[in-house]
């Protein structure tokens, strides 16, 4: 389908007030499978007339005449007027809905049968199939949202702990979008001092452009900066931080694993090198989402199939934010505990000297000249002793720097590259005036800078984004 959409210099579209859309697009909203409920939602100029025409309501009403924003209850009737299902009925007349078109939702029972039946009739009656995220896609074309809360829809649905839903209602609320939309109109009133210096004299002008621009400016460089350095932790919001487990074959990797998730995950055995490939999981810890990786045994001189399963392990631990050193704290530490333990030199590491049921033969200050670790914790994944200090010792590890989850963060790693772009304008800016460069070169950095900021919240787009960002929802959103 052809957005009407203004094109810029650069390439991008700037947002029209209201789309017409020439279709009527259909989906089922509910997840597949049996449910109480399963709801079928349409948008665009005939959804009305379409769902009128399979629908007969318990009053006697017709669709068309019930009041905008209502809910009845009735009946959906094939070609032959046989019942198909018995619903309820709600319709919504733009601009009032949640894409800003007439919208209908029949709430029918969750069967895999009736929902199709029922999606067919509408076909029948000229409705399309949505796209994946097509409702919010127009929800953000007809001005119902900006582009970023669009994207926190997403993220509201796909959260799974305290702190990610938190993030994702603020988001959608708006409070990331504001801070965009201050940088933004920041830089435009920084803009238009740069352009009626290139227009006005300087005599005519009370102000020196030049200081004006850079005044105004740096502090929003600063910003930008302090929004960029905490996107690390603003992606662990909503990603989760990866923390991987690792250690010599048989102290108790996956037996951890197990115990952090309270269920038989992983399989565990005596027998040295049971754990051959990567096994990961999803955890909540104080709110918070963690990936947790149990990996294979590492040891010089692997065999074949070992080896691959080391070289996974090895590739997971350079991307980990937190590793969980295990050693078997039963026995005398070795060569090899050290030489993992050297490898792990860069890495933020908690000690974990497993098996704490048994005697103790480790003394873990021995080990702390070797990497400075954030912790050492005494477990025993066998009885679960201590696993609860660790867990308080892995949230402290990750977010006791401080995270408030109660203002908006960067944690799209799309909205890090556009305020990267956007520095890069900025800074380019400034250092221009820094060299006396004329200001139409200033000017014309500092638009490309608002346009970058505009890419975030959809002030300025392209199809190619939006296709990026809407694929990755269900469709029936
Ligand atoms: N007594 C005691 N035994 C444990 C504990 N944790 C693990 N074990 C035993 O140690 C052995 C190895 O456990 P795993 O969890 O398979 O060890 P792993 O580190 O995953 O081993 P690989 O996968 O071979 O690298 C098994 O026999 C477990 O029952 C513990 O806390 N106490
Ligand atoms: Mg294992």
Redesign the pocket.
Known sequence: MEFKVRLLRNGGAVKMAKQDFDDTIGAVSTPPGEGALGIIRLSGNESIPAAEKIFRSSSGTRLSDFSPNTVHHGRIVDAEGRMVDDVMIACFRSPHSYTGEDMVEISAHGGMKILKTITGLLVKQGVRHAEPGEFTKRAFLNGKMDLAQAEAVLDLIRAKTESAHRQAVLQLQGAFSEKIRDLREGILGVCAVAEASIDFPEEELDIDPAAEVTKNLIPVIREIDGMIQGFRRGAILREGALVVIA????????????ALLERDR??????????RDILEEELEIGGFLVRIV????IRSDPDGVEKMGIERAKNYLTDAQLVLM?L?G?REPDGEDRKILESLKDKKIILVF?????PAKTDPEKFSGIVPPLGAVC?????SAGVSDLEEAIRKAIWDEGLPTDSAWLTRLRHKQALESARECFARAEEGLRKGLSMEFIAFDLRQGVDCLGEIIGEVYSEEILGRIFRDFCIGK
């Open positions: 250690g010599k074959p048989n102290v108790g990797k996956s037996s951890l694993l197990n992983a399989i565990v055995s005596h027998l040295p090198g049971t754990t149990d990996t294979a045994g295990v078997d039963s497993n098996k704490s049921d048994l477990v025993s994944a066998k009885t």
